[in-house]
C-alpha cells in the first residue's frame, strides 16, 4: 500500500490520556468467552484484542455479530497453516467467523487477525484509511499482553486520530464546523472510500451518539493540527485553514482512495474464502448490500471459491458498482 505523509507534529499528550481512558470503558461480561476462546487459539501469539463496530454502540450480543480485532506478534507464530500466515502478510488482515455457546445462548463473531507492526503501520502510513478510519471511532481493548503492548495499542489508537483527521480536514472547504459536521464530513470520506452503504444520515448519526467521545478526541488532538485548523472559541468550532492547492490535491488523494478501497474490499471478500465459514454467501450477502450487485453462488463455485472471487470481481466492474 502507498503511504501518505504523516503528521509532522507529535502525539499530544492529552489525546493519549484520553484514547487510554475511552477505550477502557468497560463492556458485558459476555465478550470474555470471546477472548478466552480467541486466547486458546492463538496462544501466545496474541498482543491484543480490541472490539468495535456496531454491538459494541448497540450492546446487542443476541442479534448481531461482534466484530473483532486479534493483533499477533508474527503471523507464522500465529497459525499452524503457512498458506494462512502468508495470506496475512500479503493483505491483511485475514478474517474469520467464531461461534461460542455461552449460558444456553450462541454468540457470534468476525474477527481480523493482523501483526501488531501492521496495526501500527496502517494508524500512521497506510495511504487508504482501512485502519485509520476505524480505530479513530470509539472501541474497547478487551487484552493485551503486557503493558508495552498496551502503549502499543494507545499510540496506534491516538494516531489513528490524527491521521483520519488531517486526512479528512484537508478536503474541506475554509469555513467553521463544529465537531459534529468536521467528523460527519470526514467519516463521509471514510465510507466511500470501501463498500459500504452508509449514507450522510448515518455518518451524522454515529456523529452524534458519540459527540462527547469525539469532542474530547479533537480537542486534544488540536495541538497537532494547527496548521490546518483554528479553533474559535466564541461558538466552538474549528476553522479549516486550507490552501487551494492542499484542497485539490486532498480530493484527489480520496478519489484515488474511492478506488483503491473498493478494489481492496473485494480482494479481501474473496480472501475470506479460504478463511471464513459460510463465507460465500456472506461474502454475496454483503457486496450486494453494498454494490446492488446481486450475484450467483453456483454449486461449481462453492467447490473453487477463489474462481469465485475473480467472478466477483468482473461481476461487479461489468455492472458498474466500482466508479
Same mark, same amino acid.
Given at each position: 500500500?502507498?503511504?501518505?505523509?504523516?503528521?509532522?507534529?507529535?502525539?499530544?499528550?492529552?489525546?493519549?490520556?484520553?484514547?487510554?481512558?475511552?477505550?477502557?470503558?468497560?463492556?458485558?461480561?459476555?465478550?470474555?468467552?470471546?477472548?478466552?476462546?480467541?486466547?486458546?487459539?492463538?496462544?501466545?501469539?496474541?498482543?491484543?484484542?480490541?472490539?468495535?463496530?456496531?454491538?459494541?454502540?448497540?450492546?446487542?450480543?443476541?442479534?448481531?455479530?461482534?466484530?473483532?480485532?486479534?493483533?499477533?506478534?508474527?503471523?507464522?507464530?500465529?497459525?499452524?497453516?503457512?498458506?494462512?500466515?502468508?495470506?496475512?502478510?500479503?493483505?491483511?488482515?485475514?478474517?474469520?467467523?467464531?461461534?461460542?455457546?455461552?449460558?444456553?445462548?450462541?454468540?457470534?463473531?468476525?474477527?481480523?487477525?493482523?501483526?501488531?507492526?501492521?496495526?501500527?503501520?496502517?494508524?500512521?502510513?497506510?495511504?487508504?484509511?482501512?485502519?485509520?478510519?476505524?480505530?479513530?471511532?470509539?472501541?474497547?481493548?478487551?487484552?493485551?499482553?503486557?503493558?508495552?503492548?498496551?502503549?502499543?495499542?494507545? $499510540?496506534? #489508537? =491516538?494516531?489513528?486520530?490524527?491521521?483520519?483527521?488531517?486526512?479528512?480536514? @484537508?478536503? %474541506?472547504?475554509? *469555513?467553521? &464546523?463544529?465537531?459534529?459536521?468536521?467528523?460527519?464530513?470526514?467519516?463521509? $470520506?471514510? #465510507? =466511500?472510500?470501501?463498500?459500504?452503504?452508509?449514507?450522510?444520515?448515518?455518518? @451524522?448519526? %454515529?456523529?452524534? *451518539?458519540? &459527540?462527547?467521545?469525539?469532542?474530547?478526541?479533537?480537542?486534544?488532538?488540536?495541538?497537532?493540527?494547527?496548521?490546518?485548523?483554528?479553533?474559535?472559541?466564541?461558538?466552538?468550532?474549528?476553522?479549516?485553514?486550507? *490552501?487551494?492547492?492542499?484542497?485539490?490535491?486532498?480530493?484527489?488523494?480520496?478519489?484515488?482512495?474511492?478506488?483503491?478501497?473498493?478494489?481492496?474490499?473485494?480482494?479481501?471478500?474473496?480472501?475470506?474464502?479460504?478463511?471464513?465459514?459460510?463465507?460465500?454467501?456472506?461474502?454475496?450477502?454483503?457486496?450486494?448490500?453494498?454494490?446492488?450487485?446481486?450475484?450467483?453462488?453456483?454449486?461449481?463455485?462453492?467447490?473453487?471459491?477463489?474462481?469465485?472471487?475473480?467472478?466477483?470481481?468482473?461481476?461487479?466492474?461489468?455492472?458498474?458498482?466500482?466508479?
Amino acid at each position: 500500500m502507498t503511504t501518505d505523509p504523516v503528521s509532522p507534529a507529535p502525539i499530544p499528550e492529552k489525546l493519549l490520556n484520553t484514547v487510554a481512558t475511552q477505550c477502557t470503558r468497560g463492556v458485558t461480561k459476555d465478550y470474555a468467552v470471546f477472548v478466552h476462546a480467541l486466547l486458546e487459539r492463538f496462544k501466545t501469539a496474541v498482543d491484543a484484542i480490541i472490539l468495535y463496530g456496531s454491538c459494541l454502540r448497540t450492546g446487542n450480543l443476541d442479534e448481531g455479530i461482534a466484530d473483532l480485532y486479534v493483533l499477533v506478534d508474527d503471523y507464522e507464530r500465529a497459525y499452524d497453516k503457512r498458506y494462512l500466515s502468508l495470506l496475512n502478510a500479503w493483505l491483511p488482515p485475514n478474517v474469520f467467523y467464531l461461534e461460542v455457546l455461552h449460558q444456553g445462548r450462541t454468540l457470534r463473531a468476525k474477527y481480523a487477525v493482523i501483526s501488531t507492526a501492521d496495526f501500527e503501520k496502517g494508524a500512521k502510513y497506510w495511504f487508504h484509511s482501512y485502519i485509520w478510519a476505524r480505530f479513530a471511532q470509539p472501541s474497547r481493548l478487551l487484552f493485551t499482553r503486557n503493558d508495552a503492548n498496551r502503549k502499543q495499542v494507545y $499510540l496506534a #489508537y =491516538a494516531q489513528s486520530v490524527l491521521t483520519f483527521l488531517r486526512s479528512g480536514v @484537508r478536503t %474541506l472547504e475554509n *469555513t467553521s &464546523l463544529t465537531v459534529e459536521m468536521l467528523w460527519t464530513r470526514c467519516l463521509l $470520506l471514510s #465510507y =466511500a472510500a470501501e463498500l459500504r452503504p452508509e449514507n450522510e444520515t448515518r455518518a @451524522r448519526h %454515529l456523529a452524534v *451518539t458519540n &459527540l462527547e467521545d469525539f469532542t474530547q478526541l479533537t480537542r486534544h488532538a488540536y495541538p497537532a493540527l494547527t496548521d490546518l485548523l483554528s479553533y474559535q472559541p466564541d461558538n466552538d468550532t474549528y476553522l479549516c485553514q486550507n *490552501t487551494p492547492q492542499l484542497r485539490r490535491r486532498a480530493l484527489r488523494h480520496w478519489l484515488l482512495r474511492r478506488w483503491q478501497g473498493r478494489l481492496l474490499s473485494v480482494l479481501r471478500l474473496s480472501k475470506a474464502t479460504l478463511t471464513f465459514r459460510d463465507c460465500l454467501d456472506y461474502a454475496a450477502w454483503k457486496i450486494e448490500r453494498h454494490t446492488g450487485v446481486q450475484l450467483e453462488i453456483t454449486p461449481w463455485l462453492r467447490r473453487h471459491p477463489i474462481i469465485w472471487g475473480f467472478s466477483v470481481i468482473w461481476q461487479v466492474l461489468r455492472k458498474g458498482a466500482i466508479r
